[in-house]
Nanobody, 125 residues
């Protein structure tokens, strides 16, 4: 059974920071990319960031470039999303997901077939 477990969400004031983590217990995704997505109330889910377990470039939505950083720890099987300079528009449920690198457009948010349960991030003004 594939599990992706997000943690680190919460309530923060505008301008603050949060750090989200995604653990993949019992499973390595060496040929996969990991992504973060978010869905705000009444809106469609949107791509936030992506990274490959094997290394290489990282990818971000324009709305978070320069503020969010995605990273991975291969030894701990964990992917992290560091979110700085948060604003109320970042309020959403954030999801971790996995996509095979080969044959997908993972870097623009397509091809993800494993998903976590989500973690709420709320930014107050």
């Amino acid at each position: 059974q594939v599990r992706l477990l997000e943690s680190g969400g919460g309530l923060v004031q505008a301008g603050g920071s949060l750090r989200l983590s995604c653990a993949t217990p019992g499973r390595t995704f060496s040929s996969y990319a990991m992504g973060w997505f978010r869905q705000a109330p009444g809106k469609e889910r949107e791509f936030v960031a992506a990274i490959r377990w094997s290394g290489g470039p990282t990818y971000y939505a324009d709305s978070v470039k320069g503020r969010f950083t995605i990273s991975r720890d291969n030894e701990k099987n964990t992917v992290t999303l560091q979110m700085n300079s948060l604003n109320p528009e970042d309020t959403a449920v954030y999801y971790c997901a996995a996509a095979p690198v080969s044959g997908t457009y993972y870097y623009i948010g397509r091809g993800y077939d494993y998903w976590g349960q989500g973690t709420q991030v709320t930014v107050s003004s």
